[in-house]
């Protein structure tokens, strides 16, 4: 069978933008890389049901920055570009669609903002909502303003924001027309750095990944309050790793058994078990097989781990065995380049 995927990229180098991957199950390849939009940095992605893309871009009008959204219809290759939804400043880190009330959520981590759109008939944008972020934290390179790196939405459809530069996890409610208001903060422990965060919504427990600090924490949902509280904080990295390490993605299995991170500088896939009580332990580490790998995502039945190296311009393949979260490199040294998002196809 052949199931495709897309990858984001930087274009600082050799990348033009969007691409398009085939993974052939039967054959255990990835195999035609395709340019399919053109875009500036579309670092994150999100495919629509109604089968619109909405990607990252930045791009520069009379020498200064302007980041935000390209709109493609995504039924043509190469894809057909409907609209563009740019503002002064950076572009976003993150982009995701709230299929229940047709809106686009995005995380500006450069700007500190969580921005609202409505997706129209067309599949077209109208931006309804923004909410700034303040404050920092004590690590001055990373955290010396805010930087939402992650908005999506909570089993119950609040939105939650992890806000790598003030280390607080936010909740949001959001009206049907797009319209944000505060429920809660988590603060998390200093130097954590919450980038991205993921749910079993059959327990409300959620796996929380911290960038600066290379940790996970397992934190409680509370539907009733819109809330978090804490369990526990993991490592994703060995004690004895002293260099650079960011954690990046993490994903969760259809079955919450397996969360899984990528560990940026120790470059590997960490596997973490969840246990009976929602709690994790760590129980493997798989080679990268290349510098950064910034993403990754599981195909249809996720028998199979796509991953992307950001530094190495590569993807990396591997088989996923469901029964004890064990992964297995079977492709390497796939050319992508810059790739740091990968999304599956409907
Ligand atoms: O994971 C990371 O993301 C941030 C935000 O990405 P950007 O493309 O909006 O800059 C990035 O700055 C940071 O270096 C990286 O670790």
Redesign the pocket.
Known sequence: MIEKLLVGT?THKNSEGLYELELDTDTKKLQNLTLVGRSG?P?YLVQSKANKVYA?DAESADGKKIGGLKAFDASTRPFTEIGKYLADG????YVTVDEARQLVYTA???MGVVTVYKIAADGTLTQTDQAQHTGNGPRPE?QDGP?P?FADLTPDNRIVVCD?GNDTVYVYDVTDAGKLTEVSRFSCEDGFGP?HIVFNPETDKAYLAG?LSSKVSVLDYDRQTGSFSLDQTIKTIPDTWTEHN?A?AIRITSDHKYVYVSN?GFNSLATLAIQSDGSVKLIDQTPAEGDFP?DFNFNSDESFIVLVNQNTDNATLYSRDAASGKLTVVQKDVQVPEG?CVKFEY
């Open positions: 930087y940095n670092t990252i950076t572009s976003p880190a500006n981590y450069h990373q930087h790196h790598l980038r960038e960011g990046a940026r910034r740091v």
